[in-house]
């Protein structure tokens, strides 16, 4: 059964400072791993998705790693804002059980 | 291009009784995937259409069902309702006919059963 975990599992930090997210899964058996953000009493938004056969994403001040072999990945935000303040989900999808499995999420608090 | 499209997203039931869930995903979207989100099991896989097919499905009790239309609109029903089924029920749809497309999430519906 897959497991995704989620270090930290809260962090407060000043704004300008750059946010390092981390997710590990035990299954490397994955199609793919996607990161989501979800604001308090909302949906999930997708930010980043990365493919098993690729090392990185990139979107604006958002990259994301993917490390399949040893089942982690990496969620870094340049330069964070308030607006940045939310909870990041990352979410593996299994090529074994076609499904996908979430983490706890980390909740980011970014002080102005 | 309208999203992922949810409701009710808020509603309040009693023990026993059952409730119905409706998503409309983005124009041209075919799957659509339900998740229960609780604080205590975070967000856990409820089942998955793909062209009025239930692909997959975890590991939730029988009272929990879903169905997708031609139009690949989707609900899911949850009959006998209990206390520990209070939870945001989120659906997501994605485009690809594979299993490799992302997910695009609505608002969700916020249960609560008193």
């Known amino acids: 059964k897959q497991e995704v975990t989620q270090i930290p599992a809260a962090l407060s930090v000043p704004e300008g400072e750059n946010l390092v997210l981390n997710c590990s899964f035990t299954?490397?058996?994955?199609?793919?791993l996607q990161w989501f953000r979800q604001d308090p009493g909302k949906g999930l938004t997708s930010l980043l998705l990365?493919?098993?056969?690729?090392r990185e994403q990139t979107s604006g001040r958002l990259n994301a790693s993917l490390d399949k072999s040893s089942g982690r990945s990496t969620l870094y935000i340049a330069a964070s804002q308030p607006g940045d303040s939310a909870t990041y989900l990352c979410?593996?999808?299994?090529?074994?059980?076609?499904?996908?499995?979430f983490g706890a999420g980390t909740t980011v608090t970014v002080r102005a | 291009k309208a999203g992922v499209t949810q409701t009710p997203r808020y509603l309040i039931k009693t023990r026993g009784q059952q409730v119905t869930l409706s998503c409309s995903p983005i124009?041209?979207?075919?799957?659509v995937s339900w998740y229960q989100q609780t604080p205590g099991q975070g967000l856990q896989f409820l089942f998955e259409?793909?062209?009025?097919?239930?692909?997959n499905k975890g590991n939730f009790p029988g009272r929990f069902s879903g169905r997708q239309f031609s139009n690949s609109r989707s609900e899911m029903n949850v009959s006998t309702l209990e206390l520990g089924d209070s939870a945001l029920y989120l659906c997501?749809?994605?485009?690809?006919?594979?299993?490799?497309?992302?997910?695009?999430f609505g608002e969700g519906s916020r249960l609560t059963v008193l």
């Open positions: 997501a749809s994605s485009p690809a006919d594979s299993y490799t497309g992302e997910l695009f």
């Open positions: 299954d490397s058996a994955i199609y793919n």
């Open positions: 990365i493919q098993s056969s690729q």
């Open positions: 979410a593996v999808f299994g090529s074994n059980d076609y499904k996908l499995s």
């Open positions: 124009s041209g979207h075919r799957s």
């Open positions: 259409y793909f062209s009025e097919t239930q692909r």
